[in-house]
């Protein structure tokens, strides 16, 4: 820490304490809590039950998780692979042509989602691409709303790289296809790995643009739990969101090994 005295370093660990605590921590543990609740007994639930993840682990909840899932890979996938092009190109483009470039990918997030989803919806609804009703909608818009982040991470990992390594590779008769696949990409594996968890969190919370585009048999995990809660099933939608947020976690956790192993390559 920065602070170096005893007295210091206990009032930030107590400062941080009183913020963290109410702040971020208890409405999560009050959520899991409720998960395991049948009611409400004063301020806190009781009646402890496993009913609730028996319910949410198979049926109507395991598909909606199945389906969050696919979205965000997919949409993981596509918006790392765009980023990261736009990012590689933005630094050949020199400074004007990277911040037009930075500017139009960071224009979706700079926007009320739901104004993407309207966008999307009203864009994709007429020939020659008639994309709604169906599920390509729905990763379209997560791949919209989470790309700018992934091209961000790389962009800024693409300006801290050496170009030493990239001019050796040259020198040596690399041509510019091998010198970005062996030598530029691999540099950058550590940020793209961090990319690629950042979209794919971000897809899995994803709801307000989510609502208007669903189709009917492609409902997200987080479409599951509003539309719980909002029926008054709240432990149901608390089991449902301790659900997601341990997916959520469990597959970061695995991206933070890979990007861990990537960065003593």
């Not at 729905?138 to 300006?159: E, M, R, Y």
């Amino acid at each position: 820490m920065l602070v170096h005295s005893r007295t210091g370093r206990w009032t930030a660990w107590v400062t941080f304490a009183v913020l963290f605590v109410p702040l971020f921590a208890l409405p999560l543990l009050v959520i899991v809590a409720a998960s395991f609740s049948t009611h409400w007994s004063g301020a806190l639930p009781s009646g402890p039950t496993t009913e609730h993840y028996a319910a949410a682990v198979r049926g109507e909840s395991l598909q909606a998780l199945t389906t969050s899932l696919v979205t965000a890979v997919a949409a993981s996938l596509v918006a790392l692979t765009a980023g990261t092009w736009a990012a590689l190109a933005g630094a050949a483009l020199g400074r004007k042509g990277k911040r037009v470039l930075d500017a139009l990918f960071m224009l979706p997030v700079a926007v009320p989602s739901v104004v993407v989803g309207l966008a999307v919806l009203v864009a994709f609804s007429q020939q020659p691409l008639l994309l709604n009703g169906t599920r390509w909608i729905v990763i379209l818009a997560h791949t919209v709303l989470v790309t700018a982040f992934a091209h961000q991470s790389v962009s800024a990992a693409v300006q801290r790289l050496d170009p030493m390594y990239e001019q050796a590779a040259a020198s040596l008769g690399a041509r510019p296809s091998y010198v970005l696949l062996r030598v530029r990409l691999p540099l950058l594996l550590p940020s793209l790995n961090a990319a690629a968890g950042l979209c794919f969190a971000l897809s899995m919370g994803e709801l307000s643009a989510t609502m208007m585009l669903y189709p009917p048999d492609w409902m997200p995990l987080p479409v599951l739990v509003f539309t719980a809660t909002d029926r008054g099933s709240l432990f149901t939608g608390s089991a449902l969101a301790v659900v997601l947020m341990a997916t959520t976690l469990l597959v970061l956790l695995a991206v933070s090994r890979i990007r861990t192993k990537a960065s003593y390559r």
